[in-house]
Structure formats: C-alpha cells, structure tokens
C-alpha cells in the first residue's frame, strides 16, 4: 500500500519569484494543489517536513492527507503528490505540486517496478538481468494503490522473461499496460572473443659476412 501521511499546510496569497525566496528564508516550500472540483489553491509546506516525507518514501506515490489552514479556517484534502521540483545545484526542494483525489473515485498512475532476489541464470550462468519496463501503468481506488511493484526475478534462467501479465498485483489493482510487454529478461552473457596471439615474428636472417679473398701473392723472381 502506498504511504499514506499527513501533512500540516496554509494558503498562500502571493504568488511569484519573491514571496519563494522569502518562504525560504523562513524555511517553508510554496506548493500547490489542484484537481477535483475546487480551483488550484497556492500553499505553503515546511521544508523539513516535506524533505521528511519523500525521504521516509519507497516509491514515488504517496497519498497525502493536507490539512489546510486558510483564514483562520482548517480543512482537509487527500491529495498525491505529483510532481516536486529541486534547486538543479543544491538539489533541495523549491515547489511541489499536490493533485487532490476522491478516496472513492478510480484513479490512474504508474508504480515503479523492482526485482527482488537474483536470477538464476545470473547467478549460475553468468547472465545479465535486463529490466526493460520501469513503472507500469495502473487502476486502482486510493485505498489500494502500492508504492511499489516488487517482482521475484529469482527463478529466471538464460532467455527466460516475465512479462506484464505475469506481475503479481495486489488485490484491486489492475494493470493497464499491454500484457506481453516484457518486463524482466535474462539475457546470455556476452561472448568475448579471444584473439590468438600473432605468432612471433620470425626471427631475421643474420647478414652474411663476406670476407674479402685475400689475394695470392706473387712469387718472388729470383
């Protein structure tokens, strides 16, 4: 089941690159949320308890219960979040975008895909586990919705797969991707072709010596 947690929030009136800075300053996170049937409603987070919460998270979806406060008025919304926005040099966060869901409405996202154990064929034969679908696409009511897929890969062999229509999804959830995308994949270790060494090179001829003939002498005359 997908984290569900809650989260203090107020309504912001000022929008813009100004009031972000100042809200930094006093360790707070502009954010927004929208969706439903109200109009998007800028907020205000703190940043330790927003860097708390997606740090604490194991998969990307996490169901939030905000509890507002506006004008003196508290009220409470059950939203994702969906999008949250980093600082590209120090990474830390700068906006987060939360869409308001109906706890008894379908709703659809994608939940990551992970592999739990060691295949096989990796592990005895010395293949390569490719993985070549990340997240899958899926149905569900809030209440159920996963964090995570996590799919047992350790009974795969060489060339043995799985497939969407082999995941083991909670009760409830229904996937929506084509069921013959694959997912996991075993592949054959590469083959490293080994080249023979050239045979030496030969060793090279010695140069001939020619010695010179000593020419005869002639004999004396007497």
Request: glycine share 8%.
């Amino acid at each position: 089941m997908a984290k569900q947690v809650k989260l203090s929030a107020s309504a912001r009136a000022r929008i813009g690159g100004t009031v972000a800075n100042k809200l930094k300053r006093e360790g707070l996170v502009p954010a927004v949320v929208y969706g439903g049937k109200d109009a998007p409603l800028p907020l205000q987070v703190g940043a330790r308890d927003i860097t708390t919460l997606l740090s604490r998270a194991r998969g990307e979806n996490i169901l939030v219960e905000l509890e507002i406060e506006n004008e003196g008025a508290k009220t409470s919304r059950m939203a994702l979040i969906q999008e949250v926005q980093h600082a590209p040099l120090t990474g830390g966060i700068v906006h987060v975008d939360f869409h308001a869901i109906n706890m008894n409405e379908v709703l659809h996202t994608s939940v990551p895909i992970e592999a739990r154990g060691e295949a096989v064929g990796v592990r005895s034969f010395g293949g390569i586990l490719e993985q070549s679908l990340r997240s899958v696409d899926i149905e569900c009511l809030p209440k159920d919705l996963p964090e995570v897929i996590s799919v047992d890969v350790s009974g795969l062999n060489i060339g043995s797969s799985i497939h969407v229509k082999h995941l083991i999804l909670p009760a409830g959830v229904k996937a929506l991707d084509d069921a013959d995308l694959t997912v996991f994949l075993v592949a054959a270790p590469a083959v490293v072709e080994v080249v023979a060494p050239a045979a030496a090179a030969a060793t090279p001829a010695q140069p001939e010596v020619i010695k010179e003939k000593k020419e005869e002498a002639a004999p004396e005359k007497k």
